[in-house]
Structures are given as C-alpha cells and as structure tokens.
C-alpha cells in the first residue's frame, strides 16, 4: 500500500473516453457493462473509460470530499476529495457508495484506491481515484 499526502507517487494509468459502441446495461458504478476501446486500451466497467493497460499500485489519501460539484461542459465525476495538501482527486465510487457520502458530504474520509488520470477537453488531466475502501476520519 502506497500513502499519498501531495501528489500521486506511483505512476497512475490514463483514462480516455471511450470512442466505440456501449452496452445499454448500467452495472453497479453506473457504468455500461462493457465498451470497445481503440489503441490497444482497455474497458474499464468501473470508471466508464478507456484505460492504459499498465500495472499500477493502490493509493491511500485522506481529506474532505464534497459531492454533487459541477463543472464547465460536465467534465467532473461528481465527487471530489480535498488532500490535505490541497491536491483533488475525482471519485469514481460505486452507486451504494455515492448516496452514502452524498449524506456525509464535508466530511473527512480515507480512501484507497486505484489512482486515474482522466484525458479531458476543458481540464486536460483530471486526478481521478477508482475507490476501493472507504472510511470516515470524523
């Protein structure tokens, strides 16, 4: 297990859109079952994306996570965790797990999890977290 306090130290996978045909089912991250990829990418069930096939180490952060953020042209996942550091990590949680910390939003949490870096238009490179655990500090 890996701890991060101010940026990612091991080497996270990127995650790209997906630019193929979807499954119309919704799994338990609210995702599509399964996408094509392009590029020798991977679908990923858990994020929705398109990822790097490279291997990568769990990450362990601790801040305050806000939900329901908005962001220009849509580009968020939803749920974002605060560092300590003031670093923030987008979310991708589980659907029983995002109408968990929708109730304790503000709050501070300790999350492990399979660091991301999510290929966007507007914001480019997004810090993103694929949660694994979760655990309240408060």
């Not at 550091?85 to 949680?93: D, K, R, S, W």
């Amino acid at each position: 297990l890996l701890a991060v306090s101010c940026a990612l130290a091991t080497s996270p996978r990127n995650g790209h859109l997906h630019q193929g045909i979807c499954t119309r089912d919704l799994n338990e991250w609210g995702q599509a079952g399964n996408c094509t990829c392009v590029d020798n990418l991977q679908y990923d069930p858990r994020s929705g994306l398109c990822l790097d096939t490279q291997p990568v180490e769990s990450v362990l952060v601790q801040g305050a996570v806000t939900a329901d953020v908005m962001a220009v042209g849509g580009e968020t996942i939803g749920f974002v965790l605060k560092s300590k550091t003031g670093v923030n990590y987008e979310l991708i949680l589980q659907t029983f797990d995002q109408e968990k910390i929708r109730t304790l939003s503000g709050m501070w949490f300790e999350i492990q999890g399979e660091p991301l870096v999510i290929q966007s238009i507007e914001l480019k490179n997004r810090n993103a977290i694929i949660v694994e655990r979760i655990t309240v500090l408060e």
